[in-house]
């Protein structure tokens, strides 16, 4: 044994996870049971892990004790241990899990924690639910042996700046033959968690459904099982209630909302297997995150697999839950999984389940479905992009904020169509509010024509492939032409404007396109301006200039020169074709046209101080200055 092996080494935390534990010492959180359903989490976690390795190391679980976990109250010193018998840690496993949060948006989720009114259920979510004990404890030991070795460590902190780690005492190693052992030694304030009831409480509450057996360890009396330590998907649904889905779904998920969607069934057949899925009610901080998965547990006659099998596809990512195989082998490794063509008839046949259970919740429960469609409905949308087999069934799903104010449905919009109206006309755009004034919307407007409003970011590329609806073509207001002409206007205001004066058309698009060169494609009269002078549009064939915008952003693809399209009937044009062709004010105006029109679809002028230089120059002379 060296001397490194003996000292006690002090390290320092991760920057993230220090100010973690900040938040955590000083939090002013009122639910902190979640200390207690956290640390039996990770104590199942660690029992699967061994289950899961034992399958092809038999010898690694041994002929000792049932894999469960313990909970050992002890008022004289003031402690409280949650112990288990699992896959136990290394040294290095120690520094690694308990002193750093090896996963991207670290300092995103403490920044939002900081923020967050349920910054508990934050911490589930984010898998550092270990940390929530420095709620309760001034100082916590964790004592580990990993299954198949004979080195025993013991990690302190007292949630400061660092940590200690060094070679567990005799004492220590003799008590701990394998697994983790945490010992909390709580605040004053904290005493509570060591009565008997409070702890039953809370794993009555919270960790019932955990699949090991919990034994509550007193100070006198034998250990007794305080958990059901059941598998509820496979229990039928008649024998089951609410309040069990409830918190089935809040210890599968980390969570403390109520799920808004529960499916629970069983397949039987060629293959068979247990299904108990849930759709959350609110939305995680990082559902956005690039390398975020699905979260659905897979287990293989009870036994937990992974929860890294991608069983449904992305777009169903918020969804949590467990399928549980009856057929597909224990020793399957996660590699063999992805190719594993059992397991991807399972993925198929159960996504198709889900999208028709959320056709059903949306037809029979329209105040739950929108709860899902408020929190996921950018996600789902991603479905459209992605999975043509069920295109058609998520546009049906799919609800839109439109012009009349209200989240529609697409069979909605088609059932108000105007006279002679054959396609579904949408925008898309970074904010609602600047869509609603987009002059794009105008002659629509003119004629009561209900639009989409679309600002998530996935509009812009599922809206980039040809798409119909119920055999209704879905037509961008800011993309080709734009023919409203057989659709009646709605009052004699807009009929009246017909008899305006308007520029000439040939003349003036020549002197526009003299003027701009080849700072656009192309310049046309407009048939969707009825107030405005002037707006931007991109040709038909190719990319959506909100798609070129997201793109440009990711340094991808290249940018278009859009088309100018002009309003004949407005002053400003009027004037150009009035003024000398190639004077400056001609150009001057020309270029206020282009440039307005890309200020009212979100962008800079090209030169901003030329443009502000012009713009005072055209008023000062319309001023008569």
């Known amino acids: 044994m060296t001397t490194s092996d003996t000292a006690v080494h002090t390290q320092p935390f991760q920057a993230e996870v220090s100010e973690l534990l900040h938040l955590m010492v000083h939090a002013v959180y009122s639910e902190t049971d979640i200390f207690l359903r956290e640390l039996i989490s990770n104590a199942s976690d660690a029992c699967d892990k061994l289950r ?14 049932a894999l469960k976990i313990r909970i050992i109250p002890n008022k004289s010193v003031g402690t409280l241990t949650v112990a ?43 898998g550092v639910g270990f940390y929530s004990a420095f709620m309760v404890a001034e100082k916590i030991d964790v004592v580990s042996r990993r299954a198949g070795e004979s080195d025993v460590w013991t990690w302190t902190s007292s949630g400061g700046s660092g940590f200690e780690i060094a070679r567990a005492s005799d004492e220590d190693a003799a008590r701990v033959a394998r697994g ?64 069990d889905y409830k918190k089935a779904y809040q210890q599968i998920a980390s969570a403390f909302d109520d799920p808004a969607m529960t499916l629970h069934y069983r397949a039987e057949g060629r293959y068979s297997y247990a299904v108990l899925l849930f759709a959350p009610s609110t939305k995680p901080f990082d559902l956005f995150e690039p390398n975020r998965k699905g979260r659905v547990k897979l287990y293989v006659r009870r036994v937990f697999i992974t929860d890294d099998a991608d069983l449904l596809p992305g777009y169903l990512r918020f969804i949590r839950g467990v399928v549980d ?37 949306a037809e029979k429960d329209a105040e739950n479905f ?10 789902l949308k991603e479905g459209i992009y992605e999975d043509f087999e069920r295109r058609e069934k998520l546009l049906a799903l799919s609800r839109f904020t439109t012009t009349s104010g209200e989240k529609r449905s697409l069979r909605q919009v ?10 579904i006309y949408y925008l898309v755009g970074d904010s609602i509010e600047r869509l609603k004034s987009n002059p794009r919307l105008e002659a629509a407007t003119a004629r009561g024509i209900e639009v989409l409003l679309l600002s998530d970011p996935v509009d812009a590329f599922w809206t980039s492939m040809p798409s119909e ?42 002197v526009i396109k003299a003027a701009l060169g080849e700072r656009v494609s192309d310049v046309k009269a407009s048939t969707r301006l ?54 400056s004010d001609v150009d001057d105006l020309s270029l206020l046209l282009l440039e307005q029109a890309q200020i009212l679809d979100g962008e800079l002028p090209e030169d901003p101080a030329a443009f502000a230089a012009r713009l005072n120059r055209l008023v000062l002379q319309g001023l008569g200055g």
Request: charged share 30%; with cysteine.
């Open 469 to 510: 609806f119920d055999g209704k073509p879905l037509k961008s207001l800011s993309q080709g032409d734009l023919n409203l002409d057989l659709i009646p206007r709605l009052d004699d205001e807009d009929e009246a404007k017909k008899d305006e004066p308007e520029a000439d058309e040939a003349a003036t698009i020549a």
């Open 530 to 583: 009825t107030n405005s002078a002037s707006c931007l549009v991109a040709d038909s064939q190719g990319p959506s200039r909100e798609l070129e915008r997201i793109l440009a952003q990711q340094n991808r693809g290249m940018k278009t020169k859009p088309i100018l399209e002009i309003n004949l009937r407005h002053p400003l044009v009027s004037a150009i074709t009035k003024a000398q062709a190639g004077s």
């Open 52 to 65: 899961y390795e034992a399958i092809a190391s038999p010898d690694l679980l041994g002929e000792g004790d």
């Open 370 to 379: 929108a709860k899902i469609w408020d929190a996921f409905g950018a996600v």
């Open 180 to 243: 983790t052992e945490i010992v909390l030694h709580l605040k004053d304030d904290a005493k509570k968690y060591l009565e008997t009831y409070e702890i039953e409480r809370i794993v009555g509450a919270y960790s019932d459904n955990i699949l090991f057996p919990i034994e509550l360890v007193p100070g006198e009396g034998e250990p007794r099982q305080i958990n059901s330590a059941s598998a509820l998907w496979q229990r039928s649904k008649s024998e089951l209630t609410a309040d």
């Open 414 to 423: 088609i059932a108000d169509f105007k006279p002679n109206q054959t396609e």
């Open 325 to 361: 195989s009856e057929d597909l082998p224990l020793n399957i490794s996660r590699e063999m999984l992805q190719n594993n063509p059992q397991l991807a008839q399972i993925r198929k046949a159960v996504a198709t389940r889900v999208v028709s259970e959320l056709e059903s919740l």
């Open 84 to 126: 288990d018998n699992g896959i136990g840690m290394e040294r290095q496993e120690l520094i690694d899990h308990l002193g750093t949060i090896a996963r991207s948006g670290t300092k995103a989720f403490v920044s939002k924690l900081k923020e967050a009114k349920d910054g508990l259920g934050l911490i589930g979510q984010f």
